[in-house]
Nanobody, 126 residues
């Protein structure tokens, strides 16, 4: 299994970025899975941002609800995170994570995922 994030960069507050996670070892269209986006800002713990499962359900942290959208592309076998109305507080390293069953809880928790990407940096300037 390999998860590879891309799409990070620098943007001004109010702008948008779209993160992608290429998933090798997951077949999003046919299998059972949970996948999520997490982030870690300097000096802080890694926190859950959003998660999606193979049944189509999605959840978001309160800090990003209404601004971020998680989705999957079953043809490209990728996970995406559309981030709109970015704020300086969104600056962090963003990670894609997954597990190949439907045992994840309703909220994205670090301890529930066993496959992780290397991360992509997002910097939002005010």
């Amino acid at each position: 299994v390999q998860l590879v994030e891309s799409g990070g960069g620098s943007v001004q507050a109010g702008g948008s970025l779209r993160l992608s996670c290429a998933t090798s070892g997951y077949t999003l269209k046919y299998s059972t899975w949970c996948m999520g986006w997490f982030r870690r800002a300097p000096g802080k713990d890694r926190e859950g941002v959003a998660r999606i499962s193979s049944d189509g359900s999605t959840t978001y942290s309160e800090s990003v609800k209404g601004r971020f959208t998680i989705s999957q592309d079953n043809i490209k076998n990728t996970l995406t995170l559309q981030m709109d109305r970015l704020m300086s507080e969104d600056s962090a390293m963003y990670y894609c994570a997954g597990r190949d069953d439907d045992g994840c809880g309703p909220s994205p928790r670090v301890s529930e995922y066993w496959d992780w990407g290397q991360g992509t940096q997002v910097t939002v300037s005010s």
